[in-house]
């Protein structure tokens, strides 16, 4: 199996090198973004989902411009899907 990966790629001004190690920060906004809508928990909810499944973050500049955000997770071994005896089930859609 491989791994899963997935960048976003804007073509905005790109991430100031100040800002880089903090992008992924609980509401951090770089000081060019404070005056556009948004409270700066994106990106760090992405990297906690991310993490949480075994993945890593990245974060840099694409070199013809804009930013690049991305993450990387790893492949998914196949599991049987977990049966509880005691279990309800509802069956009125069925």
């Known amino acids: 199996m491989h791994a899963s990966d997935l960048t976003v790629r804007d073509h905005g001004a790109g ?20 005056s556009t809508p948004g409270s700066g928990l994106g990106l760090a909810i992405v990297r906690d989902i991310v993490t949480a499944h075994g993945g890593v973050t990245h974060a840099g500049n694409h070199p013809d411009g804009g930013a690049c955000v991305g993450f990387r997770l790893p492949a998914a071994a196949h599991r049987e899907p977990v049966r509880r005896p005691n279990a309800s089930v509802d069956r009125r859609n069925q």
């Open 15 to 34: 991430i100031a090198a100040a800002d880089s190690d903090a992008v992924f920060g609980r509401f951090y906004r770089a000081d060019a973004t404070r």
